[in-house]
């Protein structure tokens, strides 16, 4: 069973930025696709980036390109998400979620088994 565990939320000015991360407590796979969403209040939960763990191959919502990079670190099984530039409609609870042994890797939701708790992030 993956436990995921987010960090690295909080209240920033537009403008700013943050670096949230993920930790797993479960690398056993040699591969997984790793995925950033996010959910605004009254908002439908939105994928934002995802990662094969393996490959480092990346995958962005077109959203957010260009502003948000998503990374991993196997030898501390941490998946990041810097996010730069933000802007109010960036205000959510960011989530990570896990799927292990993927046949693909995108950021559709009811692709993935595992989730963490989420940490907000505000843009005011």
């Known amino acids: 069973h993956v436990q995921l565990v987010e960090s690295g939320g909080g209240s920033v000015q537009p403008g700013g930025s943050l670096k949230l991360s993920c930790v797993a407590n479960d690398y056993s796979y040699s591969d997984y696709c790793m995925a950033w969403f996010r959910q605004a209040p009254g908002k439908k939960r939105e994928g934002i980036a995802a990662?094969?763990?393996?490959?480092?191959?990346?995958f962005y919502a077109d959203s957010v390109k260009n502003r948000f990079t998503i990374s991993r670190d196997n030898t501390r099984n941490t998946m990041t998400l810097q996010i730069n530039g933000l802007q109010p409609g960036d205000t959510a609870k960011y989530y990570c979620?896990?799927?292990?042994?993927?046949?693909?890797?995108?950021?559709?939701?009811?692709?993935?088994?595992?989730w963490g708790q989420g940490t907000q992030v505000t843009v005011s």
């Open positions: 990662i094969f763990t393996g490959s480092g191959s990346t």
């Open positions: 979620a896990a799927q292990p042994a993927p046949g693909y890797c995108d950021i559709v939701e009811t692709d993935f088994d595992y």
